[in-house]
Nanobody, 121 residues
Framework: EVHLVESGGGLVQAGGSLRLSCAAS????????VGWVRQPPGKKREGVSC????????YYRDSVKGRFTISSDSAKKMVYLQMNSLQPEDTAVYYC??????????????WGQGTQVTVSS
């Protein structure tokens, strides 16, 4: 059974940094794409970043390019999202999600419980 557990959220001032972690289990790490999806208050979920299984290709939504970096440690089955220069509009619940398909086709069948990120102005 695929299991994803996020950690690392919190409250930070604008301009600050946070690193989110996602502990993955229940699947062969390289066979799945793993991404970060966020849900701002009162809004729909939106994709933030994704790393395709196998190729390791990475993708980012335009608003986080140059500020966020997705990475992984396959030995530890961990995926990270380093978030720098955080802005109030980055405030959201951040979810780790996984899918067998590559990032460009993923619908994300598996989700973690989410971690809250709040950026104060």
């Amino acid at each position: 059974e695929v299991h994803l557990v996020e950690s690392g959220g919190g409250l930070v001032q604008a301009g600050g940094s946070l690193r989110l972690s996602c502990a993955a289990s229940g699947f062969v790490f390289g066979d799945y794409s793993v991404g970060w999806v966020r849900q701002p208050p009162g809004k729909k979920r939106e994709g933030v970043s994704c790393m395709s299984g196998g190729s390791g290709s990475t993708y980012y939504r335009d608003s986080v390019k140059g500020r966020f970096t997705i990475s992984s440690d396959s030995a530890k089955k961990m995926v990270y999202l380093q978030m720098n220069s955080l802005q109030p509009e980055d405030t959201a619940v951040y979810y780790c999600a996984a899918d067998r398909k590559n990032c460009t086709q993923a619908n994300f069948d598996h989700w973690g419980q989410g971690t809250q990120v709040t950026v104060s102005s």
